[in-house]
């Protein structure tokens, strides 16, 4: 049975493995049969590249083939058996070492050639501490072997996951059946699973090797791409109907016609695009990517109306309170001109007023809901929900998503991302939706001059700078320390910013916004701010995405190196949205290169996909995107970033499967695959 494969090792009958290789085995991360043989190798060893003793330098790891002149264990502390030996390849001398293992002492032989292989010490006398070694005249086909170097541990060591794996491959490597199916597996070339899983662990040569990596490589990103894709069909082949409007709407124009700007060319053209497949009668499901202040919100918004005018109900979702509230501020007035009611539904709305604003979910009279995922509760009932919109993104996951759009009648979603990616990224994350983009900013905007501040000094000379700024009539926001979401913590971070503000800029009205208030408290700091009442707003994170107050221009941002790259150019983000210049300051001592490396970034660019890139770069896409949601940090032989190639690839070959299938994933062993990966990814 394929399935078994996913079950745990104990169920196996394995040659050495007891409790305590079992135990070490999870602790790196190998439960069942299928992360063992998963478990691949991190470097090999390739013996043909053999070093001499003579030539050994610096600290290296090698393999050396050397004679022991001389065995002993010598005493050096009671509790410390300690095994010494002397070998020599006639170029030169090195010291073996092992402790605790004193029965080499009796294993071992004087006189005998072995293969040594760890790392080597450059002392008084050149050593290798607890090398690895094989006798000479057992290795037959020494000229070509290539030994895999595994990541191992205290409980674990190299010998044993090698004599684990060995066992493994010998008994039951034939449960590997093929999970790509046969004709990609020869369009493609690919070598085949069992092939694969031999070469990769104990390759015969570098070409199988290689080999073996490009088919786990596909194999990867197939299994990931596959499950994404095969959603996206089931979504586009529900046909959407016709809208009986056809393109012309007078709501839109209405809206178009109080609007205070143009738009720019970018938003006019990812609108017509979503329009597009609107009128084709396909499922809309799209990614509007855009840079920060790029004017994501009003083409959102203009969709939403084209859909209430045809008599649906719309949704957008936001990931916090704030944002929500936001959205409907911005939106509220001017629809309620054209007739549309707008509610806000989030976790405070409670009791009466809660189950009345259900009730008139339920029978559609109101046309736009606002909220945060208290949306997505059950007891949330739409008439006939056509459209759901999705802010920024990546806080919500794969699962939230598709809850909410099944609240629907129509499948129709569209979500925008708060965090410009690479467009080969956005093609694996979000491999089941269309990426739209919104590559130009509004008119006008001017660039945020951004400096990386290190000494008190420049710091009082920031003070003076937004005492003046103020007077001017700007506002400023200050930014607390990224502290582990702990509330307390969190209201500790803000007081002492607040305090430090309050000596050296006694004369103007500062607001606090942390975690811990309620958010009808945050609510009021928020309006407040917007509404000119206060003059500075110190605040954690919580406004890191969204917010949008223009005359807000100066942006303080205290131990910057915290924060990761994508989070700080968001946080700048909140300035330069209107016509006067900005500024961010970002206050750091920190020597850390990296932080610094990162700190620079920002003072130099303000491209938003750039500072994506650098990002990835820096740290691991899981670690932007989250673990879970997208199963893309798991990947191991595909870099993200850089294999745009092979991603494209294993996309193409994908859609093609199933354009031919249509839609379904014929390959058992596939599917099993599937199922097994996006369980993973949906419980946790
Ligand atoms: P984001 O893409 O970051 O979500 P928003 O949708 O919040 O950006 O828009 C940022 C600001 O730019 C808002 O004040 C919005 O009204 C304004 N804006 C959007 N489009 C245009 C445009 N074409 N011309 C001028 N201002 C615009
Ligand atoms: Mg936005």
């Given amino acids: ?87 020599t390849d006639g170029t030169g001398v090195i010291e ?62 190299q010998n044993t996951i090698r004599r684990i794996l060995k066992e493994a491959i010998n008994n039951y490597l034939n449960i590997f059946q093929e999970n790509i199916p046969p004709e990609i597996i020869s369009e493609y070339k690919i070598m085949n699973r069992i092939k694969a899983l031999k070469s990769i662990h104990f390759p015969e040569n570098d070409k199988m090797l290689e080999e073996a990596k490009r088919r786990f490589g596909i194999e990867e990103l197939l299994v990931l791409e596959m499950g994404i894709l095969e959603k996206r069909f089931e979504v ?26 143009d738009l720019t060319r970018a938003q006019k053209r990812v609108i017509t695009e979503i329009h597009k497949c609107l009128n084709e009668g396909k499922v809309i499901n799209h990614l509007i990517q855009g840079d920060v202040g790029s004017g994501k919100t009003v083409v959102s918004t203009l969709l939403l109306l084209y859909m209430i005018e045809n008599g649906y109900q719309t949704v957008i979702m936001a990931p916090t309170e704030i944002l929500a509230t936001q959205h409907l501020f911005s939106i509220k007035k001017a629809f309620e001109k054209l007739g549309v009611n707008v509610e806000l539904l989030t976790g405070s709305v409670k009791g009466k007023k809660r189950e009345a604003m259900l009730e008139k979910i339920s029978n559609g009279e109101i046309n ?22 999705i802010d920024e993104q990546h806080r919500f996951g794969v699962v939230q998503r598709k809850l909410l759009r099944d609240k629907g009648i129509l499948s ?119 509404d000119g009442e206060l003059d500075i707003l110190v605040s954690t994170l919580v406004i ?8 807000s221009t100066i942006m303080v941002i205290s131990d910057a190196e915290r924060f990761g790259l994508s989070t700080l150019h968001q946080l700048r983000g909140r300035v330069g949205r209107g016509e006067k210049q900005s500024y961010c300051f970002l206050l750091s001592k920190t020597r850390n290169e990296g932080s610094g490396i990162r700190l620079k970034i920002l003072e130099e660019t303000q491209d938003g996909f750039k500072i994506a890139e650098e990002d990835l770069k820096l740290r691991k896409p899981g670690e932007i995107f989250g673990t879970r949601q997208s199963g893309i940090s798991d990947l191991k032989f595909i870099d993200i970033v850089h294999d745009v ?40």
């Fill in 368 to 389: 736009l809901v606002i909220g945060t995922h208290a949306l997505i509760e059950e007891n949330v009932v739409f008439l006939n929900l056509g459209l759901v919109v």
């Fill in 412 to 530: 129709n979603l569209i979500v925008m991302s708060a965090t410009p990616i690479p467009r080969s990224l956005a093609l694996s994350i979000y491999g089941d939706l269309d990426v739209a983009i919104i590559d130009e900013l509004p008119p006008g905007r001017q660039p945020i001059k951004t400096k990386w501040l290190q000494s008190e000094e420049e710091k009082e000379k920031m003070y003076d700078f937004i005492d003046k700024k103020i007077k001017e009539g700007r506002q400023a926001y200050f930014v607390a320390p990224l502290i582990e979401e702990s509330e307390k913590l969190s209201i500790k971070s803000t007081s002492e910013i607040y305090e430090e503000i309050l000596q050296k800029l006694p004369k103007f009205r500062i607001g606090v916004l942390h975690g811990k208030m309620k958010s009808s408290e945050k609510d009021q700091v928020m309006k407040d701010f917007k």
């Fill in 645 to 684: 190639k092979t991603i494209k690839l294993v996309k193409d070959i994908c859609t093609d499967y199933l354009l031919k299938t249509d839609g379904k994933i014929e390959n058992e062993f596939l599917r099993v695959d599937i199922e097994e990966k996006f369980k993973e990814s949906l419980t946790s």
């Fill in 544 to 551: 890191e995405v969204g917010v949008n107050i223009p005359n």
């Fill in 1 to 87: 049975m394929y399935k078994h494969i996913y079950k745990n090792l104990e169920t196996f009958n394995l040659k050495g493995l007891g409790e305590k290789t079992n135990k070490g085995l999870k602790k790196l991360g190998i439960n069942s049969l299928y992360d063992l043989l998963y478990y691949f190798p991190r470097a090999y060893d390739d013996r043909t590249n053999m070093k001499k003793i003579g030539e050994l330098r610096g600290e290296e790891y090698v393999v050396i083939k050397a004679k022991i002149m001389s065995l002993e264990s010598p005493q050096v502390r009671s509790g410390l058996k300690m095994v010494k030996a002397r070998a």
């Fill in 96 to 157: 073996l070492v092992w402790f605790q293992m004193p029965y080499l002492k009796k294993t071992l032989k004087v006189g005998e050639e072995y293969i040594f292989i760890g790392n080597v010490k450059v002392g008084y006398i050149l050593q290798m501490v607890g090398a690895e070694y094989k006798l000479l005249k057992n290795q037959n086909n020494l000229g070509g072997e290539i030994l895999p170097i595994y990541s191992s541990s205290k409980e674990i060591t």
């Fill in 236 to 261: 586009s082949s529900k046909n959407n109907g016709k809208y009986k409007l056809d393109g012309k709407s007078n709501l839109v124009k209405e809206f178009l016609k109080n609007l205070e700007f």
